[in-house]
C-alpha cells in the first residue's frame, strides 16, 4: 500500500468512526479543482453547471462561489440556486419542455432564458414569459454514449428555422442553438457532427435575418469510473477546442452544460459490510447502501463502479447486495474482492454525478450522510 492510500484509509475509518456509514463524501478542493480544469481543457467554452447530476447544497454553494452558471429544471432548482446569491441571468432553464407553472415562476424570478424543441413549447414561453430569450435544441447523434439524451427531445434539423422564425414573429429573442451528445460521451465524432450541423443552422438563421448568438454544446463530458481507465475527456479537448474555433465566428458564445465532468470526481461513497451469505459456493456481502440509495446510478445512469476495498488477501468472484428487502437490489455479481467480514469498509470513488441525486428512502432507509471533506 503506497503511502498516501494509507493515509486515505486511516482518514475513512476515523471518518466512520465517527459518524457511522454510509457516507457521500464530497471534497471541496476537488471540486475547485474541476471547475478550473474544465476551464483549462475547453477555455472558449462558458460552463453552466447542470445542476440535476448532484444538486448537493454544499456543492452548489461552492460553484455560486466560484462565479459559475446554471442549467436549471425545476422550480425548486431555481430558488436554490437563486438564494444562493447567484444573479438570474445566470441561469440557463435547459429542460425543453416545461410546465405552464414553471415557465410563470421562471418569469418571476427573472430567469429569461429557455430551451425549446416544439411549436408547443414557444407558444408556452410567449404566452407565460413573453419577450424572453429562446434556444432551439436539436436532435444530434448519441452513438455510444452510456446514456441516451436525443431520443425524448431535439428538433429535426429542417424544423429548426421556422420555428425560430415563428418564436420571433411571437414577440420572443432566438439567442442560438442546442444539443446534447449523451451523457458519458467518449466518441468526439458526436460533438463534431453537431458543431457542424449546428453551424449549417446558423448560416441558414442568419439568410432569414435570424442572428443567433449562442451555442450550447450541452453536456456529456466523460470521467474515469476506473483506475485503469485512461483521460478520454483530455484527449477530446484539443480536438474540441480547435473545431469549435474553426467552425464558429469570434462573436459566437459558446456555453456547455457539464454535469458529470464537474462533480464526478469529487465525492466518495463509503459504505460497510453489514450481512455475509454463501450461496452456490459464492460469497454474497450485503452492504448498508445499493441500489435505491446512491448506487441508484447502476441503474438510471448505467453506470458501472469500481468497488475498493482495504482488506487485502486472494481475491475471489463475489456478488454484493444492497440493504432491502428487495431481490432487484443487486449491486453485482461479479466482483473480484478478498474475503470480507461484517464491519469491513467498502467505498466507491468517482460517484459524485447521477448517484445521491436519484437516491430514494425506500424500506425508510435514509440516504447516505453527506459529509464535505
Ligand atoms: C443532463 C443534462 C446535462 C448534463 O449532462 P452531463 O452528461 O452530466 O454533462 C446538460 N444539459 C442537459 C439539457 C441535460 O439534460
Not at 308 to 336: H, M, R, W, Y
Request: charged share 25%.
Amino acid at each position: 500500500m503506497k503511502k498516501d492510500d494509507n493515509g486515505f484509509k486511516q482518514f475513512v475509518t476515523s471518518l466512520v468512526k465517527k459518524h457511522g456509514t454510509p457516507l457521500f463524501l464530497i471534497s471541496e478542493l476537488k471540486l475547485k479543482e474541476r471547475v478550473e480544469y474544465f476551464k483549462k481543457l475547453l477555455p472558449g467554452v462558458v460552463p453552466y453547471y447542470a445542476v440535476k447530476a448532484n444538486p448537493s447544497l454544499e456543492i452548489l454553494k461552492t460553484f455560486a462561489s466560484l462565479g459559475l452558471y446554471f442549467d436549471v429544471a425545476s422550480e425548486k432548482e431555481i430558488e436554490t440556486i437563486l438564494k444562493l446569491g447567484v444573479s438570474p441571468d445566470k441561469l440557463i432553464l435547459s429542460n425543453s419542455v416545461k410546465s405552464p407553472p414553471l415557465i410563470k415562476f421562471a418569469k418571476e424570478k427573472n430567469v429569461l432564458l429557455f430551451t425549446f424543441d416544439s411549436e408547443y413549447e414557444i407558444q408556452k414561453i410567449a404566452k407565460y414569459a413573453p419577450g424572453s430569450r429562446v434556444i432551439a435544441r436539436i436532435k444530434v447523434p448519441n452513438v455510444g454514449s452510456v446514456v441516451e439524451l436525443s431520443l425524448k427531445f431535439g428538433l429535426e434539423p429542417e424544423d429548426v428555422i421556422p420555428l425560430l422564425v415563428k418564436a420571433k414573429k411571437l414577440g420572443l429573442k432566438p439567442e442560438g442553438i442546442s444539443f446534447h451528445v449523451g451523457s458519458q460521451c467518449t466518441r468526439v465524432e458526436n460533438y463534431l457532427e453537431s458543431f457542424e450541423l449546428t453551424s449549417m443552422i446558423l448560416k441558414d438563421a442568419q439568410a432569414k435575418n435570424i442572428s443567433l448568438n449562442i451555442v450550447d454544446i450541452g453536456g456529456g463530458f466523460p470521467i474515469k469510473h476506473f483506475n485503469h481507465e485512461e483521460g478520454i475527456f483530455e484527449e477530446m479537448a484539443p480536438v474540441l477546442n480547435k473545431e469549435l474555433h474553426r467552425i464558429f465566428n469570434k462573436s459566437i458564445q459558446i456555453i456547455g452544460e457539464p454535469g458529470r465532468a464537474l462533480v464526478g470526481p469529487c465525492c466518495t461513497l463509503v459504505m460497510r459490510v453489514i450481512g455475509k451469505s454463501i450461496r452456490k459456493n459464492k460469497h454474497w456481502y450485503y452492504l448498508d447502501d445499493g441500489v435505491y440509495g446512491c448506487l441508484s446510478g447502476i441503474i438510471y445512469d448505467h453506470c458501472k463502479y469500481q468497488f475498493n476495498v482495504f482488506k487485502k488477501g486472494s481475491v475471489q468472484i463475489s456478488t454484493l447486495a444492497g440493504p432491502t428487502c428487495d431481490s432487484f437490489d443487486i449491486i453485482s455479481v461479479s466482483e473480484d474482492l478478498p474475503e470480507l467480514e461484517i464491519g469491513d469498509i467498502i467505498y466507491v470513488k468517482n460517484i459524485g454525478a447521477y448517484s445521491i441525486a436519484t437516491a430514494t428512502n425506500f424500506n425508510s432507509i435514509p440516504v447516505a450522510k453527506t459529509i464535505v471533506i
